[in-house]
């Protein structure tokens, strides 16, 4: 296995780069080892993060050599007896995030180690940047880990086991994140810090994003994220590639998974190597499913196919100067239920009684036919960052994004070829930040976003366009003061946005003539935010923020038949800004490394919210009658809690539990705003092996884990039998278990894991998902994988 | 207009790379934003709605002699804007009807005859007719390519003085063999609908 990892090195060698010198040197090295005097000692401590406690049971090993061992009860461990050479070493423990360093070894050599828990549980983790930036927004976070482990899921489907964080659907394919009740235009997505641009207002829209081209995905489930433009009201989601690691070897990892329900494959792959000329990291995944299943039925015209590639290139001109380059690509194609897409209000009915949907079949098909969405999104992203000095950094970025998005309908005379929606969207991003630390940890931020939008309806539809064409052109500045003094830290922070719209629309009268509309917006946000370290292991933050957000185009000038919801959808052109007052209360209490708690109490109060709200006309049209739905403006609030804790029994089990409770009211008339996430209790045990099982002098098995899961999503009840077209379905009880391991040889790493989902086969439907009146939910799924890594 | 915008940013953009002085840069990228300003939409193309159904005609042929009688429902700009024009109709009692459906696109000049696309593909399309008034019914007098019923050409038939509605749908992708779908029972029919427009009948 060694000499096929040399060679498959000296060919990506070969190919990405023409130092075929280099390359056979490094073939050369590995073997020069053998031989060496091997009786160098390396000894070290293993401490917690957050907390500084020593943590034992952490395995230690060396991958080119499989020495390994474990830290004892103060956190130390030794491994002796090592031949001088270049090594990578890694460390994990339960519950931590697995770290790996380079070191070459030439002499006895003593390492310090912190680790940090896996901030999902933890919900603590440092934003863009390193420990100490000041910021103290709640947030969250996924891991690579858990982003490699689930290679069938979606952005969006990676988050849904957090706290505060839900999933809006339409079937398996389509879903899009909420945060604290908050989705669409109302919920900034930053890809590698550009605010992903797209049709984001749609609600079977997902967000064209592949999950495992970052390292980790980020929640701001803040007040008020002054820092980030696009029009989001508290929350935002970042998704990030970590920086290439420093490190002359080229390393790379394939994931191959499998899933039975819908017999879908995953594939990804990822390269990247360090150099000072340049340092380079490709990103490659394709994904193919078919007809996914619910207990007992298919689920026919579900199945998904992406393709999805993604380059990252850094470069330091010199200390002061640092430019990256990201550049990705995301091509989907995306079955929608064949039995979803229907008629008029009678056929909705009809639906809504029928036990299977109509045009179920008995066989499992890979085929996307009619409805389905194509859709593509590229970005190309060039930032620079200038440190004028230690503590001045000047921050540069310019971005464009593409995205295309077709939908194609079940037609009449061959006309399901032709999409009924086809949008070209293009975005234009550049930003200018400028951060200066001065004192003692005080920090100033100042900068500008500037978005330019240009959408295009593609009149090959033959169908007039549900979103009109339009230009819109943002600009925001903002500027933050952080400062901290003894216990006590504080955010200050202002924003203004300028929102230019020049709208074309289509009239709905014949003959058809074009509209047009200008407008202009000015958007204000503030941000005070205090926290306060009660105890060293204690603390409590209180986040205030006010933000407008104008309404968005589809708001004001959405018309016509919204295909996915029979129901025609009308914009109204007088909407008037909304306002949004968020207040967060945080309290974090992390007493050791094996136990922490954290609660989030959060309140946001609207004026003009801006929602769909079902009339009482009903439209008659050729086609029969159409509810109708009209944005219209209320008074609202959201108000939740967020709650979760992880505790480690004794060394080899650790326990989490999280919950999330939401309500959502229409103050102004007096009842539940509709589509607001329904509260869940989640609760997991890991189970996992603190000594490696040896299987040869070079090979082992280690950091076994079982992982059992529980999922109950309450049922819906704040919501008036009038508000929807069926009442929400019952709660529901998931359980998940999964086993994985790694299998280390010869330097190699073999990550096998095995998950089933929705073990016991639970029929169920969620209230989040729109397929939910046509459909029951997935049943049983095995998922397997194998990741390999060198 | 907007596309020479986007391509100086593209300029600014490519230009940035190349030279690292910030007070450049910073000045490049505020230029191409004040770009931005100056951008206009072009006018959008709009839409061949050839697709679009504005009219149904039903005409009535008493086979024992009288007038013709026409039903029709016409909305000529779509689903919103203007409310659609419907045009109800009497009947004679204890009459027998020949009756023939014809669809139209009229907001294309000519108009254009959707009928012909709906014959076109028999197999994936069938007419139901549902009234409520008594002795009213309606059987169908036309098949598909596999025998089965389409409904373009129907047979009325009234009974007693009477009043209600009669409403015609137009299933896509029917599922025809169904139980009772092929003797004009719309419940188990499936599909999704094309057409679905109700009118008042009066029998004298």
């Known amino acids: 296995m060694q000499v096929v990892k040399q060679i498959l090195r000296l060919l990506l060698q070969l190919m990405f780069s023409r130092r075929i010198l280099t390359a056979t040197f490094y073939f050369l090295f590995t073997f020069n080892c053998i031989g060496q005097d091997c009786t160098l000692l390396i000894q070290g401590t293993v401490s917690d993060d957050a907390s500084d406690l020593p943590l034992s049971y952490v395995n230690v090993y060396i991958q080119e050599t499989s020495q390994g061992t474990t830290s004892d009860d103060k956190g130390n461990f030794v491994i002796d007896n090592v031949c001088p050479g270049e090594y990578h070493f890694i460390f994990s423990h339960i519950g931590c995030e697995p770290k790996k360093i380079h070191l070459d070894i030439y002499r006895d050599t003593t390492i310090a180690i912190g680790l940090s828990h896996t901030p999902t549980s933890l919900g603590d983790v440092v934003i863009v940047g390193n420990k100490g930036t000041l910021n103290n927004q709640p947030s969250l976070s996924v891991s690579r880990q858990i982003i490699e482990d689930n290679p069938n899921q979606t952005l969006s489907s990676l988050l849904e086991n957090e706290t505060g964080v839900h999933l809006i659907k339409n079937g398996n394919g389509i879903s899009k994140p909420v945060v604290h009740g908050l989705y669409g235009n109302r919920l900034t997505i930053l890809n590698n810090g550009i605010a992903q641009s797209g049709q984001q207002w749609g609600n079977d829209h997902s967000p064209e994003i592949d999950p495992f081209a970052s390292d980790k995905i980020i929640v701001l489930k803040g007040a008020s994220a002054i820092e980030f433009g696009g029009g989001n009201l508290g929350s935002v989601i970042l998704t990030e590639a970590k920086r290439i690691e420093q490190e002359p070897h080229l390393h790379g990892q394939v994931n191959y998974s499998y899933e039975s329900n819908g017999r879908g494959h995953s594939f990804n792959t990822r390269f990247e190597k360090f150099a000072p000329s340049l340092s380079w990291r490709i990103n490659g995944t394709l994904k193919k499913y078919g007809d996914r299943k619910t207990t007992s039925y298919f689920l026919n015209n579900t199945g998904t196919k992406e393709a999805n590639i993604a380059l990252q290139l850094e470069k330091s001109i010199n200390d002061k100067i640092f430019i990256d380059f990201y550049a990705s690509t995301f091509n989907s194609e995306l079955g929608i239920l064949r039995g979803s897409h229907i008629g008029n209000l009678t056929d909705l009915n009809q639906a809504l009684i029928s036990e299977t949907p109509f045009f179920t079949e008995e066989h499992f098909s890979y085929d996307i036919d009619a409805p389905k969405q194509n859709v593509s999104h590229h970005l190309a992203k060039a930032k620079l960052k200038y440190f004028i000095t230690d503590s001045q950094l000047l921050d540069v970025t310019a971005a464009g994004q593409l995205n295309r998005r077709k939908e194609f309908d079940v037609r009449r005379s061959g006309r399901s070829d032709i999409p009924s929606l086809f949008l070209d969207q293009t975005t234009l991003n550049a930003e200018v930040k400028y951060s200066n630390e001065f004192g003692e940890n005080s920090k100033f931020k100042i900068g500008t976003q500037n978005i330019l939008t240009d959408n295009t309806n593609n009149a090959e539809t033959g169908i007039l366009p549900l979103i009109p064409d339009y230009i819109s052109w943002k600009s925001g500045f903002f500027s933050t003061l952080s400062k901290k003094k003894n216990k006590t830290q504080f955010n200050l922070g202002l924003r203004y946005d300028f929102e230019h719209q020049n709208v074309l629309t289509i009239s709905n009268t014949t003959p058809r003539e074009i509209i047009k509309y200008e407008n202009n917006f000015h958007n204000l946000s503030g941000l005070l935010s205090l926290k306060y370290d009660i105890t060293n292991t204690q603390s409590i933050s209180l986040n205030t923020g006010y933000t407008t957000r104008n309404p968005g185009i589809n708001e004001l000038y959405s018309s016509g038949l919204h295909q996915g919801v029979s129901g025609i959808e009308e914009g109204q052109i007088n909407l008037k800004a909304e306002k949004a007052l968020k207040i967060t209360l945080e309290y974090k209490w992390l007493p050791s490394a094996d136990f922490s708690f954290n609660a989030l109490v959060y309140n946001q109060s609207f004026n003009d919210y801006i929602f769909l709200n079902p009339q009482d006309e009903v439209r008659l049209t050729i086609r029969g009658a159409f509810p109708v739905f009209k944005y219209e403006q209320t008074d609202a609030n959201i108000f939740g809690i967020d709650v979760s804790t992880q505790f480690t029994i004794a060394h080899s089990i650790i326990g989490t539990l999280k919950y999330s409770y939401l309500k959502g009211q229409d103050t102004e008339n007096n009842q539940p705003l509709i589509f607001m996430p329904p509260n869940s209790l989640s609760t997991s045990f890991v189970y996992r092996t603190n000594t490696p099982l040896s299987l040869s002098e070079s090979a082992k098995i280690d950091n076994i884990e079982i992982e059992l899961t529980n999922r109950y999503v309450f049922e819906q009840k704040n919501i008036l039998a009038e508000q929807d077209f069926v009442s929400p379905p019952p709660s529901y009880n998931l359980i998940a278990l999964k086993v994985s391991a790694d299998m280390i040889f010869s330097g190699n790493k073999l990550r096998f894991f095995c998950k089933v989902d929705n073990l016991l086969n639970t029929e169920y439907r969620d209230y989040l998902n729109r397929q939910r009146y046509f459909a029951d939910d997935l049943g049983i799924s095995i998922v397997s994988g194998v990741n390999y890594k060198f | ?204």
Do not use: W
């Not at chain 2, 026409?70 to 009692?93: I, K, M, R, Y």
């Open chain 2, 1 to 204: 207009m907007q596309h020479c915008c986007i391509k100086n940013l593209y300029l600014h953009c490519t230009k940035k790379i190349v030279m690292f002085r910030s007070s450049y840069i910073i000045t490049a990228v505020l230029l191409s934003m004040t770009l931005f300003y100056a951008c206009d939409k072009d006018e959008p193309e709009i839409p061949n709605e050839e697709e679009l159904i504005t009219t149904l005609n039903y005409t009535l042929s008493p086979m024992n002699g009288g007038a013709d009688v026409e039903l029709s429902f016409v909305d000529l700009d779509g689903d919103g804007g203007a409310n659609p024009l419907v045009t109800n109709g009497t009947l004679q009692a204890n009459q027998t009807y020949e009756g023939t459906l014809e669809l139209l696109n009229e907001s294309e000049s000519p108009a254009e005859n959707i009928t012909d696309e709906v014959a076109a593909e028999d197999l994936e399309h069938q007419f139901f007719f549902q009234s409520n008034a008594s002795g009213v019914s309606v059987s169908y007098n036309d098949q598909d390519s596999e025998g089965n019923p389409l409904g373009v050409s129907s047979i009325l038939t009234t009974g007693d003085a009477t009043s209600g509605s009669l409403t015609i749908t137009l299933r896509h992708e029917p599922n025809k063999s169904a139980s009772g779908v092929s003797q004009g029972n719309i419940s188990n029919a499936g599909g999704e609908t094309d057409i679905e427009v109700t009118f008042t009948i009066d029998v004298q």
